[in-house]
Each structure stands twice: as structure tokens, then as C-alpha cells.
């Protein structure tokens, strides 16, 4: 039922719940919004949503995502055990490239999303979305044949560079080699005598990197540091910003997706690799699956009217008084000048232009199916490019 947003409602801060290297530093530069992810807090606004929007889609935008946990896995049968928990063929995963991966369970529903960092042959971390991923691996490994296995949360604290001169900060912060970091690849960097890992990675649908650090002490020196090796480039602390990943089409677990789905659903069955021999978990359901129509699908939605408030939890959407699916992501995009969201919706209901209708804070609003993404990733790109066009 959707009633009123519960605006100025407060997180207590608790000791069960872990605080990440960068929280006393973000609480310093002014953050006061978190939010709990993976029993961690994790930094949310710093300014204002609009603000963080235009700097992360014109400059640099520095985020520390504490919550984003790491769950090393490690040993001489890491490397099968890993290709047992995810669908995607590993055996193509180099030493230093990183796979965005899905685990799913028996009947194929999506129990995380991570992206899989191999740092040696026989040593991985996962690096989870909100999800207990560590004792799901904790628990497929007790009956599991690959015996020499560790598991364990790596206790890593990851801070995000985001933005079209993210590779300008990391140049001059760890010098030019980081420029030929490709896509979905990683490597070792070295801040104040101690390595650090860097992926060419992100949630923002922009250019950008991940830092992850093990050495917690380090938490404030990094980040002040990224902030003023940044000043140059309009560095400022935000979230990447939900209205840039809606508008990139980058779905949330336990949102977009969970359980209930499966990779056909959702636009990700090219991450159901099935031409090997691979045993993992769900892969008979997922071969079933695969040559049936599905029921549901995710799409997107643009909404009339003046901007909405967020919402809070699924919305039900209708047609002519029938429910079809739910709402499940919504934002306003300052470059469209519109209301967006995703959903999941009824196949039969899922054309592109189908008018349906939801309930929102203000009462009932129309809305149309749109198609995906509503503006266009800008991750794959040049370092060296948008470094050159920074500068012109």
C-alpha cells in the first residue's frame, strides 16, 4: 500500500553492524545518510541526489561502498569450486580479469550477482551484492567434493572512482600504466608502501574504477587522498548515483532481481554459459529453461508527470485494473526531463509503448514500457581518449 515516503527517518548506529575502513572518513566529508548492505553501513548521499548526478556524469564522483563485502575464496580446489557456484565458464577467467557472474540455486533463481576477481590461480575474491553469499559457499562446500577449500569474508573495504575523469585521478595517483587497465580486468597499485587492488569496474553506468583495500588504518589517508589528488578534476564524495544506473539499465539484486527470478527473466542469460562441460548449481533447471517462453520479463518505464519521489518498495502495475507485474526501481532523470523506473511485467504485457498504470506517493500516474538502456553505458571506453578530451 503506498502511503507517504518516510522522509527523516535514521539509522541507529550499532555495533553489530560493521562500519568499513571509509566510515569515519565519509561522515567527515559530510555523508549522513547510510544504509545497511551485507550487515555493513553503506554511505549514501552526501549533497543532494541532482548535485552527485551532474558530477559523477561530468567529473569524478569518489564513493565508498563498504557494504560491497569481498568473500575470498581460496585453496587447490578454489578454481573448481568457483565454477561450481557460477554459471559463467571460468576456465576463460585470466589470472587479473574479473567476470560479472551470477550463483544461482537448484531451480535456477538468482542468488547473487558478484563479480569475480581471480588474483592467482588457486585464490579468488567475489565481490557481493547485498546477499548472505558466505554462508551460501559455506553451505554448498559442506557437501561439496572439493575438500581443500577456504572460505571467508576478506574483510576488504572498496571505494569507487567513477566519472569521465576518474582516469585523470588514477594517472596522476598511481601513475600512467593504470591508463592500459582494460575492461573488467585488475591490478596491484601501491599507496603508502602497501598494495592495494584496482579493477576497471563500477555501478554507474559511467567510466570508472574500484579500490580495495585490506589495511583498514589506511581508510582515511586513501580517501582524503583520492579527494585531493581529484581537486583538479571537481572530485567531490557521492553516491554513483541510482538515476545514472537506472538510466544505464544496471539492475540491483534483491531488487531488479532475486531468487524469484532467473537470468532469462532479468536480460542476463548471456551470463548462462552452457556450450562446456561445466557442473554447477542450477545448471539442469537453466538448461530447461532456457527453450521455454518466459512469464515475466524486465523492462523499462517511463512515467508522465512531475518528478516522483523514490520508492520505497515494490509498486503493482495495471492494466485496465488487471495486476501485470511491479514497479521496482524508480528515479528522476535530469537529463530526460522524466520520470524512469524498472520493472518486472507480464510477457504479454512487455511491448514497447504498452500503456499501463501505477500507484504512487501522489496517487495514480500512466506509464509506457520502454526499452533498455534509457541512455547508454559509457564504462567500455578509452582511458587514454577521455583523458586527451579532459584536457582540451
Known amino acids: 500500500m503506498v502511503t507517504k515516503p518516510h522522509k527523516g527517518a535514521k539509522i541507529a548506529i550499532q555495533p553489530r553492524i560493521r562500519k568499513g575502513a571509509f566510515f569515519d572518513a565519509a561522515w567527515r566529508h559530510g ?33 565508498p561502498v563498504m557494504g560491497e563485502r569481498q568473500i575470498e575464496i ?6 573448481k569450486f568457483v565454477q561450481f557456484l557460477t554459471s559463467r565458464d571460468m576456465a576463460k577467467c585470466s589470472v587479473n580479469q574479473c ?4 550463483i544461482t540455486d537448484q531451480s535456477g533463481g538468482i542468488i547473487c550477482d558478484p563479480i569475480i576477481l581471480k588474483l592467482a590461480h588457486d585464490r579468488f575474491w567475489l565481490s557481493t551484492s547485498d546477499c548472505d553469499l558466505e554462508l551460501w559457499a559455506k553451505g554448498v562446500a559442506v557437501n561439496a567434493p572439493f575438500k581443500n577449500v577456504a572460505i571467508s569474508d576478506a574483510n576488504i573495504s572498496v571505494i569507487q572512482i567513477q566519472g569521465p575523469k576518474s582516469p585523470n ?19 596491484t597499485v601501491i599507496f603508502q ?7 576497471r569496474t563500477g555501478w554507474s553506468g559511467e567510466f570508472g574504477y574500484e579500490l580495495y583495500l585490506e589495511d583498514h588504518e589506511q581508510g582515511d589517508a586513501l580517501f582524503d587522498a583520492l579527494l585531493d589528488t581529484g581537486k583538479p578534476y571537481g572530485a567531490a ?29 532479468v536480460g542476463l542469460g548471456r551470463l548462462v554459459e552452457l556450450e562446456n562441460d561445466n557442473h554447477f548449481i542450477g545448471r539442469a533447471a537453466l538448461e530447461k529453461i532456457k527453450d521455454q517462453q518466459v512469464e515475466k520479463t524486465l523492462v ?40 524512469i523506473a524498472l520493472g518486472l511485467v507480464s510477457k504479454d504485457f512487455s511491448e514497447v509503448g504498452t500503456e499501463l498504470s501505477v500507484t504512487t506517493w501522489d496517487g495514480e500516474r500512466n506509464l509506457y514500457v520502454s526499452g533498455l538502456p534509457f541512455l547508454p553505458k559509457l564504462q567500455n571506453g578509452d582511458a587514454r581518449s577521455l583523458l586527451q578530451a579532459s584536457k582540451r
Not at 581460496?74 to 578454481?79: I, Q
Not at 567476470?99 to 551470477?102: G, I, V
Not at 548515483?241 to 532481481?257: A, C, P
Request: some cysteine.
Open 31 to 63: 555523508c549522513r545518510k547510510f544504509s545497511v548492505y551485507n550487515r555493513t553501513y553503506i554511505s549514501s548521499t552526501f549533497s543532494n541526489p541532482t548535485d552527485e548526478y551532474w558530477n559523477v556524469t561530468k567529473n569524478v564522483a569518489i564513493w
Open 237 to 265: 564524495p557521492g553516491a554513483v548515483n541510482q538515476t545514472r544506473r537506472i538510466e544505464s539499465g544496471i539492475l540491483s539484486w534483491g531488487v531488479d532481481m532475486g531468487i524469484d527470478e532467473n537470468p532469462y527473466q
Open 169 to 187: 585521478l588514477v594517472s596522476d595517483m598511481f601513475g600512467e600504466d593504470i591508463l592500459d587497465l582494460k575492461y573488467y580486468w585488475h591490478k
Open 193 to 199: 608502501g602497501n598494495e592495494l587492488q584496482i579493477s
Open 74 to 79: 581460496s585453496g587447490k580446489d578454489s578454481a
Open 99 to 102: 567476470k560479472y557472474a551470477l
Open 300 to 339: 523499462g518505464l517511463l512515467i508522465d508527470g512531475s518528478p516522483i519521489e523514490v520508492n520505497e518498495s515494490p509498486w503493482n502495475l495495471y492494466s485496465n485494473g488487471k495486476k501485470v507485474g511491479k514497479l521496482t526501481s524508480l528515479s528522476y532523470s535530469p537529463r530526460l526531463k522524466k520520470n
